[in-house]
């Protein structure tokens, strides 16, 4: 759901700001009475409506045309160009209308053009953006879809209410709304000049330089900025509608000689105007909010719970009581290898508190590596591919199971034994720093700062020259035998 509600508003929402300023525009052109300027703002809103229509289904008609990801680049590239033009014709036009009354029947197909077009390319990339988030897994109805076409709706009723608010703020401070207006115009240009340089290169059309690729790399990695850097816009836009706007309070010292039907009417029209400011504050909180929360907490990937560092006994075995792990809960613990290697393992009750039955495995899968899993309820999910895993079948081996560590269970106590963790060692590719042996030589020195390494029978050895590497290398099975030895490393754990 949330994807949905940011997505929508990064997608619709650089077009609503620029669409709703110019139509601002054009309400303070016309505007002669508050009757006036209410029939135009029908009228824009009527207009609006079928050009808004009309450009989700140019929108969706390009995708789906767009056979192959060469042709969804062109149809991109079209759409950003058209897109350059028609806010370059609205920003020429502007002026004119806002000076010559009459020109705003020239600036209303203007505007109908501007929102169509802005739509197409908004929903072509929404449309896009959506490949990879169905609205659901299944072909019934269910609870993901219903909130994921939710999503879509809220978003498109607060995009409804942002673009209200704004056009109503920029008809009452026109000068501002047509700078935000440059400003918006030349934000999403350089957006949009990156796209369509990037979809030329792409193509062929393009020479590849340096000096093209340099750009086509800021103008990307400053796009997602763009919509935010709109808001702030709009933010400014609402605070000097807020100082210029009249106050309920202030009135009625400076009415006292005005009639009261005058005095009432003054009054109605100042607490309006606040009302407007308070819908557009509210449409700009839930939008930032919901981008918020997506960008910095929902798409972040998840993260791996604390991993509880274990050392071998005397006996060469790591113990863990069973009373310590039988609550349904993922317990995680971490092994450092004699060769440095981090191994990461968990033990979880497969059953119930009255049927323990403790699964032993690597914090790692055959299919999608050392990644992990995390548990969400009652589901333990694979990092790697988001697979639900079957609680009572971990344990064992197959699919996208985590992979099985051998066990015993003794007077209470899960026991595995050092060999059985040495071996997890080849399923994991994180390395501390660790004190190891050059099997050749005998010295001692750090694995991470070793000048070689070989790695024989999944495990790595480390030299501290490369003469003891050859020798090694020549006759790994000669040297690669050694008992194995508790590891002294310099590492502690996650917070």
Known sequence: MSFYLADMFRAFGPATFIAALYAGLLLKAARTTLAAEERLRRHLTFIAVPALIAGIAIGAFAFFWADGAAALTEAKMVMEGACLAAALLALLSAPFALRFSAARFVALPIFALLVAILTAQAALVFADDTTTHALTATSVLNTELILNVLAVTIAAAALGAFAAAVSHAASRTPLIGLGLLVLAVLIEAAVWGGDVMLGLLQVGWLQVTSARVSLVAKADYYAEAAVYAELVLALVLGAVFLLRAPRPA??????????????????????????????????????????????????????????????????????????????????????????????????????????????????????????????????????????????????????????PLKHEEANGDIVIAQLELEKGARFFSEVVSTDVTDPVTGETLVNTDAPFSFEFEGRTYYFTGEESYDTFRDAPEKYSHEPLAPARVSWQPED
Request: some cysteine; hydrophobic content about 40%; overall charge positive.
């Open 250 to 403: 202030t009135l009625s010292d400076d009415l006292a000689g005005q009639a009261r039907t005058e005095r009432r009417k003054l009054k109605a029209f100042a607490l309006g105007e606040r009302r407007w400011f308070r819908g557009l504050a509210a449409a700009m909180t839930f939008i930032v909010a919901s981008m918020l929360y997506y960008d910095l907490y929902a798409s972040q990937p998840p993260r791996l719970s604390e991993a509880t560092p274990v050392t071998v006994d005397d006996d060469g075995t790591v113990r863990i009581p069973v009373d310590q792990v039988k609550d349904g809960t993922l317990h995680r613990f971490a092994y450092v290898s004699s060769d440095g290697h981090r191994v990461r393992f968990f033990l979880i009750n497969r059953f119930d508190a009255e049927h323990v039955a403790i699964g032993v495995v690597y914090d790692a899968c055959m299919i999608c590596g050392d990644k992990g899993y995390i548990q969400r309820g009652n589901e333990i999910i694979c990092i790697a591919c988001n697979v639900r895993i079957f609680v009572p079948s971990i344990g064992k081996a197959g699919g996208c199971n985590p992979i």
